[in-house]
């Protein structure tokens, strides 16, 4: 594996300015943790051969990768008009939506999705263009919605359409979706990324369809999703609160304290949470980021987020590794100021609701109350090493499974220094192979002792039951462990 000096992990888009080999694997080796790839860009041969590359990069490097693929989602959009620059909208003039094909001007537009008229309601708002355009809908029927234009501007063939204030008979994947999800899947990645959830029943059915293949993480992008987040995190493996579509749908001032919320929820459950949009959207075109965007950088980590996700940044900007740098380099920093110790700590979930939330409480309290280099939990399906990220330790953590699987999706998580080992059906050999690990990555030296937990008997699930603070020094520990 390749050792961070830094907790938070870094989630790079690859695109046109990062798709050969050279580029990905320079990315990784400025930071990057976890590759996305953007369903909404990029044919299936391209998404192909860029996985290809990451596992080979994984390979050549002997460390576990994380692949997110990120479903598009179903698009809302408004027709064409007759005029192919468009129509002025202006404040206080009507303006109706309809599911008539005839081009559109200055009084109309279609919008082909009766889905929305079935769900609007008079007084309910629509959002053209990223926010733009708003509208206020008078009067609406099966087939229509008369809107005032309450703030004006140009609307043009085929702008996105976003619907702030009602939940819309929608589904979270369109038929794209779906081939693209049986395609990822196929193909291996570890995460899918959930555009458009509204409720918990979009999670549940992706997960259905994933058939176990990837774990599943929801994209907070709605107003209804803040509503029904503690149940959409329930069935979720893991969340991204993508600010872009939260911006536009709410007032920008709301958006901050959502991001705070819901990265202390996902922590206290221990499961993984990215921030993502227009990060360091300034190095797109420029080698520097605004001091704007290092503070939000900043911002989501001293509120103990789990990742963050560089977008067009790494995608198609100039400088893709300047961009991943920048975020290293931030969170280096951030992470040695004695505050963000004191804001993690001090933010730290105290419910513990079974034997395994006590073993890890006790390995972080021995951690830093001893002279311990690390914890290594040994973990099959990730749980345990998963609840070991939430206490958000001051030591490394090593997570060790059989299961590649397992490693490539912990990439994700805060802290988390994967190692795959082989099969372990005894203690001793775990403690071992934990020392070893810690020894091979530099963690600890031979002199150092190491907090192993572990779970008996070996290669169940959920069955985390044990802890040794052991010694790295080998002829130690063999004497002291019976078979």
């Known amino acids: 594996m390749t050792r961070r000096h830094r907790n938070v992990k870094i ?62 989602g179903p698009k809302l959009r408004v027709g064409v008009f007759a005029n192919d620059d468009g129509e002025e909208l202006v404040p206080g003039a009507p303006f109706r939506l309809d599911l008539d094909d005839t081009p559109g ?108 293949r990837a774990a599943i993480l929801s994209k907070i992008e709605k107003p209804t999703a803040v509503e029904s987040f503690r149940e959409i995190l329930e069935v979720s493996d893991g969340i991204m609160v993508a600010r872009g579509d939260l911006g536009v749908e709410l007032p920008v ?89 004191d804001i993690i700590d001090a933010s730290r979930s105290r419910t513990r609701a079974s034997v395994a939330d006590g073993i890890v409480a006790a390995a972080r309290e021995i951690a830093e109350t001893t002279e311990v280099a690390a914890i290594c939990c040994f973990s099959q399906s990730g749980a345990t090493a998963l609840l070991v990220s939430r206490e958000r330790p001051r030591v490394p953590i090593i997570a060790l499974t059989s299961q590649m699987a397992t490693a490539r999706r912990l990439c994700l998580s805060w802290g988390m220094n994967c190692v795959v080992t082989g099969p372990v059906d005894r203690f001793k050999h775990a403690v071992l192979a934990a020392v070893r690990g810690a020894l091979s990555e530099g963690i600890a030296t031979i002199e150092d002792q190491v907090v192993v937990t572990a779970g008996v008997p070996f290669n169940t699930p959920g069955t985390t039951n044990i802890l040794r603070v052991a010694p790295c020094d080998e002829r130690k520990i063999i004497p002291a462990d019976p078979e």
């Open 11 to 72: 989630v790079a888009t690859l695109g046109p300015a990062s798709s050969s080999y050279d580029e990905i694997r320079a990315l990784f080796e400025a930071g990057a943790d976890v590759f996305r790839l953007n369903m909404s860009h990029g044919s299936h041969p391209e998404i192909a051969e860029r996985h290809a590359i990451i596992r080979k990069i994984e390979a050549d490097l002997g460390t576990p990768i994380a692949i997110l693929a990120d479903l598009q």
């Open 105 to 212: 001007d200055a009084t109309r537009v279609q919008l082909p999705h009766k889905e929305i008229f079935d769900a609007l309601k008079p007084h309910a708002h629509l959002l053209v263009n990223d926010g733009k355009i708003k509208l206020r809908v008078k009067d609406c029927g099966a087939t229509f919605a008369d809107c005032e234009v309450v703030v004006g501007g140009v609307i043009s063939n085929r702008k996105g359409v976003n619907v702030p204030d009602v939940v819309l008979p929608v589904a979270a994947l369109s038929e794209k979706d779906r081939k693209d999800l049986e395609f990822v899947c196929d193909l291996g990645v570890d995460w899918l990324a959930l555009s458009f959830v509204q409720r918990p029943a979009d999670v549940n059915e992706a997960r259905e369809l994933a058939k176990g």
């Open 253 to 341: 001032q709301n958006v901050p304290p959502i991001q705070k919320r819901l990265i202390r929820k996902c922590r206290a459950a221990g499961k993984p949470v990215i921030v993502a949009t227009q990060m360091l959207e300034s190095m797109i075109e420029s080698p520097m980021p605004t001091r704007a965007e290092v503070s939000d950088v900043a911002t989501a980590i001293y509120e103990g987020t789990d990742a963050i996700m560089l977008s067009a940044e790494s995608a198609a900007g100039s400088y893709p590794i300047q961009a991943v740098q920048t975020m290293d380099n931030v969170a280096a920093e951030v992470e040695s100021d004695p505050t963000y110790r």
